[in-house]
């Protein structure tokens, strides 16, 4: 008489986390050698090259830096002045929330329009284990192409008529904040990629128009920005190179470090937790 | 994660670590420029741009000195008065201040005089103390402030501008001193001023550097006498106390005639004051110690008071 064999017991799923770092593993290179990496590296290259191109005249003797009156010379500007502006102009307000648009609205739309989502989802892992591992991806990957980026104008710019020991506080200062900047951005943007059609369009209403407007007027509208709280956080005073900045300027406020830190955390997790409920609930209905 | 990825990300890791270790040890060491070689490059930043005078003290080392112990021992200080300022704001000069730095008025009206302190503060306990005191809170560019309360004197204010890190000065000074930081137009922007703080914060426990001209300009000093002073831009004063003193006085003129007349008359005084220490062998070896030097724009005057003679300043107090 032959008993059937028994069935091989099913290996237990893994847990959020471990499927959170097996889809960043999976996905990182995918996103790193995608051409919205090229547009990546042509945004952070960008300040490199200038900073590179003042260096270069400096060293062949432009008198950028200095002035001369009567026969006295002195300092009109600082590298670690120009620094600071080349962090609020090119960073702050520009690399930082652009690439948070760009790659947190595409970490589940991108699937979709690939119509690979449904390899993904059939698993056995949590959906929002997916969006999670994806967008833990996107911070790696923008981590670490924007960071050394800004790394390489610290150390052309500072040392022109300043120090790079008495600008390193403010250089791990500007680090941190815009890693926080890329993961708080990454997160609103990754819940508005799963929640919404035409993300890309809301994601740039939003920091070229919502945020730009509320920090422009005065009262509580701008409690509802990331900015907000991250330009609270900068080391260096901001540049007033525009009309837009200079009433941005009038009306700044600038909270503590705690509420500032504070806020940021609260944005990132609400934001986060609600895109992963978003993508555990929501059918994607593929185009065929 | 393919090779190719690993590759790239080790790529901007070393590119970080590079970065972060280069201004690490430019932070520690100083070096690179004349800025980061001063110990206090960090608190010079909060040095407005248009300041007159700036000086250091190493408190912890001045406290610790032989010097300060021997005098210490024989005139015994008024412990009471450091006691109630320590129950006041919970500073104990003696162990929780390790160097201040001041800046003097610029040409400014309003700007006035600046401290800021490096040490260990209980900000909490400060803050407690100066509420119950009548102290007003407020924030200013994200930075604590409290502000004396107003009895008709000069309001003092006190910032907390980073850990371990306090300002104490007006409150448009106090104001100042944080733009100052945040726009990076500090002091530091002035090489010149740099160039001595470099030449001289290294080897002393105690310096003084400033505008001689605008000094001489706010003294006020009577037309006769200021009309005769040769063009001296300016100044650099550095001590060193342990067993004693030693330190050196230097003037930077405007131009090579003008030291060669400084000179002239700094050598012209040190023979007059040789004539009157004949009599007395103890001031005749503190004159003798006086050693001119400096050649171009540059007149320099060193001493050392060894500890000898500043043993006596005790036995001179008491019969006084």
Redesign the interface.
Known sequence: MNHPTPARPLPPAPSFVASSLRIM?LS??EM??SRRTVFMLLIVSAPVLIALFVRLLVGLGAPLFEETRNGVTT?RM?G??IF?MMIWIFYLRFTVPVLGVFYGTSLIADEVEDKTITYLFTRPIAKGAVLVGKYLAYL?CTV??V??SV??V??LIV?M?????????D?LKDLSLLALGLAVYGAVFAFIGAKFKRPLLIGLIFIFGWEQAALAFPGYLKYYTVAYYLQ?LV???MPNDSTLSMIQGIFRQ????ATSLLGLFVIWAIFLSVAAWVVERREYVLEQ | MTKKTRYFMAGSAAVLTAGLGTGLVAYFVGGFTPVSAAPIANELRYVPADSAVIAYADVRSIMDSDLRQQLKAAMPMHEKGQEEFQAQTGIDIEKDIDYVVAAAAGPTPEAGGLVVARGRFNNTQLEALATQHGGRLEEYQGKRLIHSPDNGGQQMTLAFLEAGLVAIGTKATVQRAIDAQMSSRSVTGNSEMMDLVAEIGNSSNAWAVGRFDTIAQQAKLPAEIASRMPPVKWFAASGHVNGGISGTLRAEANDDASAELLRRQVSGALAFGEMVAKSDPKVGALINSLQLSGSGKTVALSFTVPAELLAMIPAAVERH
Do not use: E
């Open positions: 593993d990182i290179s790193l050698w300092v600082t670690p002045a600071g790696v670490f192409v960071l050394p790394m390489l610290y150390l040392p008529q300043g120090s790079l020991g008495g600008s390193f506080l250089l609270a080391p260096h005073a600038t909270p503590g470090m």
